[in-house]
T-cell receptor, first 124, second 113 residues
């Protein structure tokens, strides 16, 4: 069974840091791009960041560029999101997602599997 | 950035009736070389993560009931539920994955009338 399990969320003060993890199982992790998507309380979905299967390509939303870093360890089947200089507006549920592209190289993939999420609260 | 605009924001439909949700992209998400619309639909029930329903604008994901269908015309996309069931109460999102930044519509809340 394909499964994604996020961890690492918590309460952090403004300006602080957190590292989220997403443990993957049930598929060949290194062959799929992965994404982070967040959802502020009561709000819609916001794409945060994306990484290619090899880790060689990384992409960010403008709202997090320069503060967040996406990475992956294919030997551990784990995706990460290092979040620095956190702000109140970063408070959200953070989901990781597996991307599927059906062999097409153009564009990014759609997210066919999602984790259950981890909660990040930025507050003093 | 490609802006995705859904309509309506909320919708109430009687059980067994048809529900239609619209999504308009601010520019084409069709890649001519593979003739694919980079448009997906997701369903999110309360307290749950999103679930993919439709990809490439009109291909139903395995296991998704056939009452769900996706269609498109130009930059206008539609998710249709042919006969609403109680378990379909959720918020539905469209997403373009044609270009970075990946963007979602604002969501459409579907309720039972």
């Amino acid at each position: 069974e394909v499964q994604l399990v996020e961890s690492g969320g918590g309460l952090v003060q403004p300006g602080g840091s957190l590292r989220l993890s997403c443990a993957a199982s049930g598929f060949t992790f290194s062959t799929y791009g992965m994404s982070w998507v967040r959802q502020a309380p009561g709000k819609g979905l916001e794409w945060v960041s994306d990484i290619s299967g090899s880790g060689g390509g990384t992409y960010y939303a403008d709202s997090v560029k320069g503060r967040f870093t996406i990475s992956r360890d294919n030997s551990k089947n784990t995706l990460y999101l290092q979040m620095n200089s956190l702000r109140a507006e970063d408070t959200a549920e953070y989901y990781c997602g597996k991307e599927r592209r059906d062999g097409y190289t153009f564009g990014r993939g759609y997210m066919d599997v999602w984790g259950k999420g981890t909660t990040v609260t930025v507050s003093s | 950035d490609i802006v995705m605009t859904q309509s309506p924001d909320s919708l109430a439909v009687s059980l067994g009736e048809r529900a239609t949700i619209n999504c308009k992209s601010s520019q084409s998400v069709l890649y001519s070389s593979n003739n694919k619309n980079y448009l997906a639909w997701y369903q999110q029930k309360p307290g749950q993560p999103p679930k993919m329903l439709i990809y490439w604008a009109s291909t139903r994901e395995s296991g998704v009931p056939d009452r769900f269908s996706g269609s498109w015309s130009g930059t206008d996309f539609t998710l249709t539920i042919s006969s609403l069931q109680a378990e379909d109460v959720a918020v539905y999102y469209c997403q373009q994955h044609y270009s970075i930044p990946i963007t979602f519509g604002q969501g459409t809340r579907l309720e039972i009338k």
